[in-house]
């Protein structure tokens, strides 16, 4: 703020409003219920807040300089500093008057481009609705301070100051006029221009890679266990010890803790062939080169050497979230539906195989179709009727030898203690010792069961998932070294080649891609809102269709330095950024309103129209210039920040970093252009709006 205004008193008096704003944002969080967290104070970016108020001082200090003919650095004019009170509270009144208009309708503009943002709905919804929130609030905030407590305090600290002629900044203006001037003759070179970097924009962004949300280091792995359902608890117990020692005897490992089954969790049931193991990790500055891949690479390398043992790569978090959200804890799932159990399990491991030979692929596995065996017995009621017996009391004697069901009971003083009985080898599967259990055949009598009963091992799934009614089975991947969207699309063209359903079965993609598609869907209808958001206050702001439009064309502007940042700093389209760029929009067009309002003013006051354009570029250079470096430096801390859950804000600051410099470059030089051709063309002979 300071290199711009060169003056102490007028910095500080534009810094203090984002305390004040965030004031306002944190009486409104706590109204409407809002808690202050990563995500709703994240986005937070003070340049933007204070872009309101800068161009209220640059403004004031403007105004009065063109009373005096004085220079000096601290702002003060030689021969007018005593100016009258009531003159000078005249002055700055009219200052803040003539920027007002375009003021209010930019940031109403900032604030409609939020507002969609409240539509999103799951993940994406709790994720970024308080972000929303929080910058709608604050931005109302430095708006209301920005027309109110700064003109009331500069009328009393910069009564005399003035805005400074720095000899660097004059001869960067008075360049900045001379090439407008040339690019002004040129229109169609310069639109041409404009048009090629937007389309070349469109093309690389086809070629980004797309993901729901970048995915969150929580500075720990989760590994999850699997075997054979089969696997006793003590052979389990061995096998978690196998795995915790190959991953200590990596040097990144710090700790690493095993949990067998969750039998006390009902909704997340997981049985003790099952194992969460927790790897504590040293400090990232103690992590081989190639980060967090390259360490779960050589975590792969070292469960390899422990046979029968199937796993996968989480975080505990993110395996909590992936389960509660969409029940898949792999990055994504192919769902396949159908009734035939035997069916399913089939097309699984063929879905199993094809998905672990695509590049990018880890961690493949089948879920909710392991087969286990089971011994089936199938009663003789021929045999039951000579025995004068009944289906049911063979059921019952079958329960109570195995464990499950309640023998009798101990009385013990107010305790009610159930005994269970259960025969010497009842957890096996042995249907020659099972067909000797007795079954009492009336007061006297006892008959076997193999004698009532026909009794044989046979196999079935471990369990049956559902889904909508629909038995399915899911096969998981992890994905490492691509995208998401470019995954599952080539999953889904060679699926489609290689694998022929039958009638009344289909594949659905599920986990982390279901979640893109959700968001995405939802901000194809979100996006065009805010932009018609944007284009409806632009003609309530300056009443024409055609200056509306062009001022419109920073949106394109934007997306060509959005687009661009993000291929620089290979970050992959996702969610995050999606809501950069409708940040971003909103941001850039507040230029495009200062700029023509100020062009519109000169016309009214009678200046001709090339140099209405021309002086009123060169005039706004100033806040233009301050409010789009001030609104980027302010994301630069996310842009860069590499602490606890930056992944989530990078992509969006980025965006708008790269698409607030493209958008003000481009507005510099595009706009004034197209302005002086439309409004020779077009409004040469209409009324001037009012500014």
Do not use: C
């Not at 049911?392 to 101990?410: F, I, K, N, P, Y």
Request: proline share 4%; aromatic share 6%; net charge negative.
């Amino acid at each position: 703020l300071w290199a711009f205004l060169r003056n102490i008193a007028a910095s500080v008096l534009v810094a203090l409003v984002i305390p004040l704003a965030m004031a306002w944002a944190f009486i409104s969080m706590r109204v409407f219920g809002f808690s202050a967290n990563l995500m709703s104070l994240g986005a937070l970016d003070f340049g933007l807040l204070v872009d309101a108020s800068v161009v209220v001082v640059e403004n004031v200090m403007r105004k009065r300089g063109e009373k005096g003919d004085g220079e000096g650095e601290g702002g003060a004019a030689d021969a007018d500093a005593d100016e009258d009170a009531e003159v000078a509270r005249g002055r700055i009144r009219d200052a803040v008057q003539e920027v007002a208009r375009p003021v209010l309708f930019g940031i109403a503009i900032i604030v409609a481009v939020y507002i969609p943002i409240l539509a999103l709905q799951g993940t994406e919804g709790r994720m970024f609705r308080p972000m929303a929130f929080t910058v709608v609030a604050a931005i109302l905030g430095s708006l209301v301070l920005a027309l109110t407590f700064v003109p009331a305090a500069a009328s009393h600290v910069l009564r005399n100051a003035r805005e400074v002629h720095t000899p660097g900044f004059e001869k960067a203006r008075a360049g900045y006029r001379n090439f407008l001037s040339q690019a002004v003759g040129r229109p169609g070179a310069v639109f041409g221009v404009a048009v090629l970097l937007f389309v070349a924009s469109l093309v690389a962004g086809g070629r980004l890679g797309t993901e729901f949300m970048p995915r969150l280091d929580e500075g720990s792995v989760l590994v999850q266990g699997l075997r054979l359902p089969s696997t006793a608890l003590d052979e389990g117990t061995a096998y978690s010890g196998a795995l915790e020692r190959a991953l200590i005897g990596l040097p990144e490992v710090r700790v690493a803790v095993s949990k067998l089954g969750r039998p006390d969790l009902a909704t997340e049931a997981m049985g003790t062939y099952e194992s969460d193991t927790y790897v504590v990790l040293e400090p990232k500055g103690e992590w081989r080169s190639g980060g967090k891949d390259a360490l779960l690479s050589a975590m792969d390398s070292a469960l390899q050497e422990v046979p029968g043992l199937g796993y996968a790569f989480t975080q505990p978090i993110q395996m909590r979230l992936d389960e509660a959200e969409t029940g898949i804890t792999t990055d994504v799932g192919v769902k396949i539906f159908g009734e035939d159990a035997d069916l399913l399990a089939d097309l699984a491991g063929r879905v199993e195989r094809i998905l672990s030979t695509i590049p990018g692929a880890a961690d493949v596995r089948v879920t909710a179709a392991a087969r286990v065996k089971e011994l089936r017995v199938r009663v003789d009621r021929e045999a039951l009727a000579r025995y004068g017996l009944a289906a049911a009391d063979v059921g019952h004697q079958v329960e109570m030898a195995l464990g499950s069901s309640v023998a009798t009971r101990v009385v013990d003083g107010p305790r009610r203690i159930d005994v269970v009985v259960r025969v010497p080898g009842g957890n096996g599967i042995d249907p020659v010792l099972m067909a000797r259990l007795p079954i009492a055949n009336g007061p006297d009598g006892l008959v076997s069961l193999g004698t009532v009963a026909e009794l044989h091992v046979a196999e079935s799934p471990e369990a049956f998932a559902h889904e909508g009614g629909q038995r399915m089975v899911v096969v998981g991947a992890n994905i490492r070294g691509r995208d998401v969207g470019s995954f599952v699309e080539e999953a889904s063209s060679i699926l489609g080649q290689r694998i022929s359903l039958p009638s009344g079965y289909r594949f659905e993609w599920g986990g982390q891609y279901r979640n893109q598609q959700s968001a995405m869907q939802r901000l194809t209808i979100l996006v065009p809102v805010a932009i018609l958001a944007i284009y409806l206050l632009l003609f309530g702001t300056f009443g024409t269709i055609r200056q509306a439009l062009l001022i419109m064309l920073n949106v394109p502007f934007a997306v060509v330095g959005g687009v661009a940042a993000l291929w620089l700093t290979g970050l992959n389209l996702s969610t995050s950024a999606l809501i950069g760029f409708i940040a971003v929009f909103g941001i850039a067009v507040l230029n495009g309103v200062v700029l023509v309002s100020y062009i519109n003013q000169l016309r009214q006051e009678g200046s001709a129209l090339v140099d209405a354009v021309l002086d009123g570029a060169a005039v706004r250079l100033r806040p233009v210039l301050m409010t789009a470096l001030a609104a980027s430096l302010g994301f630069v801390p996310m842009a860069i920040s590499t602490s606890p859950g930056a992944e989530l804000q990078r992509p969006l600051a980025t965006v708008v970093i790269g698409g607030l410099l493209a958008a003000t470059m481009l507005t510099l030089v595009v706009l004034p252009t197209l302005y002086l051709w439309v409004e020779r063309r077009i409004g040469q002979d209409t009324a001037v709006p009012g500014a």
